[in-house]
T-cell receptor
Framework: AQSVTQLGSHVSVSEGALVLLRCNYSSSVPPYLFWYVQYPNQGLQLLLKYTTGATLVKGINGFEAEFKKSETSFHLTKPSAHMSDAAEYFCAVINFQGAQKLVFGQGTRLTINP | EAGVAQSPRYKIIEKRQSVAFWCNPISGHATLYWYQQILGQGPKLLIQFQNNGVVDDSQLPKDRFSAERLKGVDSTLKIQPAKLEDSAVYLC????????????FGPGTRLTVT
């Protein structure tokens, strides 16, 4: 069965610094991978997704992620953090066994220091 | 385009009481999901509907939870009787058949069981 592991439940960076949120996946088939963001008291919003094709995918708000099959990773990056990036970030994989459902990691809370 | 609507946004009940949540998906979206998000964890799928049929309810605690999607549009999720461990945010999401697995989430209902 597919699963994801997010390394670090809390990440803190300074405004303007690089943001790196780590996600590793486990899948017996080629995975479909997603990053979602959740702002306080809101639902989840899709940042970006990888299905097939180019392994570097660009999303909204300046975020991007690179699918690395050899490392079973799908890390999320942003070159320069902004205060508005403070939120909870979830990596997810589609489970194609049975119903096609999203399986989420436990989340990483990103804090931006002024 | 209107997003996924959920109500109520917040609910506080005592254990052993019953509660119901309502979700109206994006117009035309055939697939509807209910997730449970416990504090500090990623969302966990409870039930998935395709139109008004259940696709996956393998993680729904059927002794106390029930859900329906009459007429293949809006949906209700009920808990009866509630337990303390049911305290969580209940998220509804929807996707179109051609949506390439991109799920759109509502703002959620935060349930507190005392």
């Amino acid at each position: 069965a597919q699963s994801v592991t997010q390394l670090g439940s809390h990440v803190s960076v300074s405004e303007g610094a690089l943001v790196l949120l780590r996600c590793n996946y486990s899948s017996s088939v080629p995975p479909y991978l997603f990053w979602y963001v959740q702002y306080p008291n809101q639902g989840l919003q899709l940042l970006l997704k990888y299905t097939t094709g180019a392994t570097l995918v660009k999303g909204i708000n300046g975020f991007e992620a690179e699918f690395k099959k050899s490392e079973t990773s799908f890390h999320l990056t942003k070159p320069s953090a902004h205060m508005s990036d403070a939120a909870e970030y979830f990596c997810a994989v589609i489970n194609f066994q049975g119903a096609q459902k999203l399986v989420f990691g436990q989340g990483t809370r990103l804090t931006i220091n002024p | 385009e209107a997003g996924v609507a959920q109500s109520p946004r917040y609910k506080i009940i005592e254990k052993r009481q019953s509660v119901a949540f309502w979700c109206n998906p994006i117009s035309g979206h055939a697939t509807l999901y209910w997730y449970q998000q416990i504090l500090g964890q990623g969302p966990k799928l409870l039930i998935q509907f395709q139109n008004n049929g259940v696709v996956d309810d393998s993680q729904l605690p059927k002794d106390r939870f029930s859900a329906e999607r009459l007429k293949g549009v809006d949906s209700t999720l009920k808990i009866q009787p509630a337990k303390l461990e049911d305290s969580a945010v209940y998220l509804c999401a929807s996707t179109s058949l051609a949506g390439l697995y991109e799920q759109y989430f509502g703002p959620g209902t935060r349930l507190t069981v005392t």
